[in-house]
């Protein structure tokens, strides 16, 4: 599906995140109980510059439909900080979608 832009007012969007240091994006899947950690240039890939909080509705969980997640931008400090695992991306893959039409 391509990304479906809507033009909202950008409360904190993506981009502001790092500039006043090393912010990272939390997701957390309430059913899972499992939390990802992300950087913010990596979302801005695939969501562009959306505001943080929409991540909520546009991220999905990857285990099954969840519901909303949980997302929060941070800081990663002290104890936090060490040993915290973030995931890269490593590619995106664009799947292909036959339409058909009789003629
Ligand atoms: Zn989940």
Known sequence: ?????RPKA??????RLGQGGIELV???CRYCKRTHNYYPEDLIQIFGDVDVDSLMERMKCE?????????????P??????????????????????????V
């Open 1 to 5: 599906m391509p990304e479906t832009y």
């Open 10 to 15: 950008k409360d904190y969007p993506l981009s």
């Open 26 to 28: 939390r997701v957390h």
């Open 63 to 75: 285990n099954g439909n969840h519901g909303m997640l949980d997302v929060s931008a941070f800081v």
């Open 77 to 102: 400090t002290g104890p936090q900080a060490v040993g915290l695992r973030i995931r890269r991306l490593v590619a995106i893959k664009v799947q292909r979608i036959p339409v058909w039409r009789e």
